[in-house]
């Protein structure tokens, strides 16, 4: 009998212990379901923002009405050719224009030209590089530091600072007839470099933005904004005129696209009452 009640309890208890491992794989099971569920659903959802955020990247494309005829203010600003007139018995001509054969003889004069004196210009000191931005309409207040451009895999890709805008090595400084290239984080959360330009997608055309140096304040007007490819990297080429070009990361969290904002100058003044810079790092998480 004592044999039999061992063996008895044994086998309820094995039956327990099935029966507890059935309920554990069961709440597993349930768990896996949720979780599994869950980053679906989380998929799911990054997916259908991507789409609809990509959608919306029309609304970034802006013109000014008027904006400046830049190739009319190359050319108003190119050396004018001189054209030399050489007197002639029947008038003035230009050179190599047929005189007429009946034309009089006209008596050699003799001429002794003095040597122009050319004055000696006074060279204007050249173009310090920026420090500061600000675009008072979104609210951007923020050091500049000099980036360079990266390669991966024998492309250029695009560099950013950290929690600081970046001018791009290479590119204009305010002042000089050229492409002045600066680009910022829109989000990182990943890395954790900040959120700079957050604000950029709402600036609007005419909206200001102002570069310091440490001698001069430049003012600009934003002209034009457009979306373009990552791989669209033309906007950062030289120019025969001088432009401001910012650069974010667009959508949002998708990144798949990059906003281009450009501003014109308007002008320039000396740098000698400089606010304090505001560029927490807790204002740009």
Known sequence: MGEGK??????????????????????????LTVVGGAVLLAVAGYYIYSFYAESQLNQYNQSAAAP????????????????TIVSTPQGPTKPGASASPAATPV???????KPLVTPTATPRPQPLAPKRITIPSINVDARIIPVT????????????????VGHHEGSA???????????????????????????????????????????????????????????????MNPTPYPILTLIT???DWVY????????????????????????DPKKHP
Not at 13 to 26: H, N, W
Not at 107 to 113: D, I, R, S
Not at 259 to 279: G, M
Request: proline fraction near 8%; aromatic fraction near 4%; hydrophobic fraction near 35%.
């Open 68 to 83: 400046l005829d830049r190739a009319a203010a190359i050319k108003a600003t190119a050396t004018p050719v001189a054209t």
């Open 149 to 164: 451009t990266i390669y991966e895999d024998g492309k250029p890709v695009w560099a950013t600072a950290s929690h600081a």
């Open 256 to 279: 798949s696209h990059r906003l281009i904002v450009l501003a014109e100058p308007v002008s320039e003044e000396d740098n000698i009452d400089e606010p304090p810079l505001d560029d």
């Open 107 to 113: 008596p050699t004069v003799e001429v002794t030209l």
């Open 6 to 31: 061992q063996v008895a309890s044994r086998s309820n208890k094995a039956r327990g212990a099935g029966r507890r491992g059935k309920r554990l794989l069961r709440m597993v099971g349930a768990l």
């Open 249 to 251: 990361c667009v959508p």
């Open 173 to 235: 400084n305010p002042g000089e007839p050229d492409n002045i290239i600066m680009s910022g984080h829109i989000s990182s959360p990943l890395k954790g470099e900040g959120s700079v330009f957050k604000r950029l997608p709402q600036l609007k055309l005419e909206a200001e933005v102002v570069l310091y140096t440490e001698k001069k304040v430049y003012r600009y007007r934003v002209v034009e904004t457009k979306v373009i490819k990552p791989e669209q990297i033309e906007v």
